[in-house]
């Protein structure tokens, strides 16, 4: 089992910058890839970034050249900077990573954390 918590949300201004954290716990050794989704009221869940245990990071071409994805592998944590921040990245973001659940590979997801983009 993996769990993830995320923090580091709240309310910043149009074009303000946030960084929020994930920490993995459990059975960190078995996750192969790490990354954030949001989703914000009437929207589907989507893909932000991902970063693999290689190093290798995909964005969501809305974000592309505003938000990085970085990982510490030492404190098993993986960062969202955000930067250049617009309304409609309003949004809960979650962190999401594959791991061994004792049957097999599944997704993990955390419980999520708020991002409010003012204008």
């Known amino acids: 089992q993996v769990q993830l918590v995320e923090s580091g949300g709240g309310l910043v201004q149009a074009g303000g910058s946030l960084r929020i954290s994930c920490v993995a716990s459990?059975?960190?050794?078995?996750?192969?890839?790490m990354g954030w989704y949001r989703q914000a009221p009437g929207k589907q869940r989507e893909l932000v970034a991902r970063?693999?245990?290689?190093?290798?990071?995909n964005y969501a071409d809305s974000v592309k050249g505003r938000f990085t994805i970085s990982r510490d592998n030492a404190k098993n944590t993986v960062f969202l900077q955000m930067n250049s921040l617009k309304p409609e990245d309003t949004a809960a973001y979650y962190c999401?990573?594959?791991?061994?659940?004792?049957?097999?590979?599944?997704?993990?997801w955390g419980q999520g954390t708020q991002v409010t983009v003012s204008s």
């Open positions: 970063i693999t245990n290689g190093g290798s990071t």
């Open positions: 459990g059975n960190i050794g078995t996750i192969n890839y």
């Open positions: 999401n990573s594959d791991g061994w659940s004792g049957a097999g590979y599944k997704n993990y």
